[in-house]
């Protein structure tokens, strides 16, 4: 079974920039998570979907960030102007509806210079 | 405040050794999780516990969720390098599977 599938690996770029990160979940995976996670520290929830739909967004900084779930399927996750402060690894996972298991991608690292 | 305070926040020790960490909030919780993350990848689901004074083992792993559903700890019995990685508790902060995480325990096991 394929896992779930982040690009790109790798991301830098210069503060003020845009950048935009893709996911595809675990096929047949309903609910679909992306977090953030500073280094040493632990992930934190950035927006969570059920199918197409955000069921919690609270900690996302929607002065920059933005997410969709195209079709319920894949996801992207775009900040746009980005900050020093948003180097981190954006990382993506996806779970099936009501299960508490969540199959995490290998992640984005970003680094804003 | 961090809802789930883990600690020792970094350990580092000889192969062989034993070690246990720990994971603590002033809440109460109906489960609590226990996952493993590796350098460049996400972090892997190792057990999730559910009742009151619960011990799961997992190899040379020991889960136990804290007779009051408010902390757990990790014991690894004689550790291995790959053992080595970044060890988080998470729970679930609601309906929807709304999961917070720990602040983390990073483990190096030297050989």
């Known amino acids: 079974e394929a896992g779930v599938a982040q690009s790109p690996r790798y991301k830098i770029i210069e503060k003020r920039q845009s950048v935009a990160f893709w996911c595809n979940p675990i096929?047949?995976?309903?609910?679909l998570y992306w977090y953030q996670q500073i280094l040493g520290q632990g992930p934190k929830l950035l927006i969570q979907?059920?199918?197409?739909?955000?069921?919690?967004d609270s900690q996302l900084p929607k002065d920059r960030f933005s997410a969709e779930r195209l079709k319920g399927v894949d996801s992207t996750l775009k900040i746009q102007p980005a900050k020093l402060e948003d180097s981190a690894v954006y990382l993506c996972?996806?779970?099936?509806?009501?299960?508490?298991?969540?199959?995490f991608g290998p992640g984005t690292r970003l680094t804003v210079l | 405040t961090q809802l789930l305070e883990q600690s020792p926040q970094f350990l580092s020790i000889q192969e062989g050794e034993n070690l246990t960490v720990y994971c603590n909030s002033s809440?109460?919780?109906?489960?609590l999780q226990w996952y493993r993350q590796e350098p460049g990848e996400g972090p892997v689901l190792l057990v999730t516990?559910?009742?009151?004074?619960e011990v799961k083992k997992l190899k040379r792993l020991t889960f136990q969720f804290g007779d009051a559903r408010k902390d757990s700890s990790l014991h690894i019995t004689a550790a291995q390098p790959g053992d080595t990685g970044l060890y988080l508790c998470?729970?679930?902060?609601?309906?929807?599977?709304?999961?917070?995480f720990g602040t983390g325990t990073k483990l190096q096991v030297i050989p």
């Open positions: 996972a996806s779970s099936l509806a009501g299960a508490d298991t969540q199959y």
């Open positions: 096929s047949g995976h309903a609910t």
């Open positions: 979907f059920q199918n197409n739909g955000v069921v919690d």
């Open positions: 809440s109460v919780f109906s489960s």
């Open positions: 516990v559910v009742t009151g004074g």
């Open positions: 998470a729970i679930n902060r609601g309906g929807y599977q709304k999961v917070t």
